[in-house]
């Protein structure tokens, strides 16, 4: 249980596009999801918290107008990256709240990330 | 702020040795989780741990938690290569699932 899915699992695009990447929990309903960016040899950053029909909470330092993020229903979650340029190149992983994993505690559990290239 | 640190961040060892993972962390936390990660990959659970004293293990792999001391270790035994990844301790605030992840551990198993 607690499977969380991400789509596209790489994409390449061109310098000034925008790239939409989808999180699904997909035995589990999720309240809450979590996008993380990770740069390489780095650890995870968390970037904002996505709770469901409402706004997402971003971090400090991340621009909420270029990373949109919409949490729409119970398991779907949304991150655009809006106008992407070269350094907003880098691993995006997902995870969601559930409780029905193999932790078998209230926990996050996370998408097998998406790794975005700009040219 | 909640500060999580590991060390070492880098550990080279040869196969059947074994070796402690360290994760030190600065404020009062519900839980503390240990991943794994394989190159371009995303986070594998390893373990959670919930409270003072709890120990876990899974096969070569054993984490503790000591809450008054903040720390955690992860120990690893009799280390094979299959073991070579990066660890991840995070932890949460209490009241809070937000994670706060350490640096990682790039740990390489020689044989």
């Known amino acids: 249980g607690a499977v969380v899915s991400q789509h596209p699992s790489w994409v390449i695009c061109k310098s000034g596009t925008s790239v939409k990447i989808e999180c699904r929990s997909l035995d589990f309903q999720a309240t809450t999801m979590f996008w993380y960016r990770q740069f390489p040899k780095q650890s995870l950053m968390l970037m904002a918290t996505?709770?469901?029909?409402?706004?997402?909470?971003?971090e400090q330092g991340v621009e909420k107008d270029k990373f949109l993020i919409n949490h729409a229903s119970l398991t779907l979650s949304t991150l655009t990256v809006t106008s992407a340029h070269p350094e907003d190149s880098s691993f995006y992983i997902c995870s969601a709240e559930g409780t029905s994993g193999p932790l078998g505690t209230d926990t996050q559990y996370f998408g097998p990330g998406t790794r975005l290239t700009v040219l | 702020e909640l500060k999580v640190e590991q060390n070492p961040l880098f550990l080279s060892m040869q196969e059947g040795k074994n070796y402690t993972i360290y994760c030190n962390y600065s404020?009062?936390?519900?839980?503390l989780y240990w991943y794994r990660q394989d190159p371009g990959k995303s986070l594998e659970s390893l373990f959670v741990l919930l409270s003072n004293g709890a120990v876990k293990q899974e096969g070569r792999l054993m984490a503790s938690l000591d809450t008054k001391a903040r720390l955690s270790t992860l120990h690893i035994t009799a280390a094979v290569h299959d073991l070579s990844a990066t660890y991840f301790c995070a932890v949460d605030l209490v009241g809070s699932y937000q994670l706060t992840f350490g640096k990682g551990t790039k740990l390489s198993v020689i044989p």
């Open positions: 404020t009062t936390s519900d839980r």
């Open positions: 996505s709770n469901e029909g409402s706004k997402a909470t971003y």
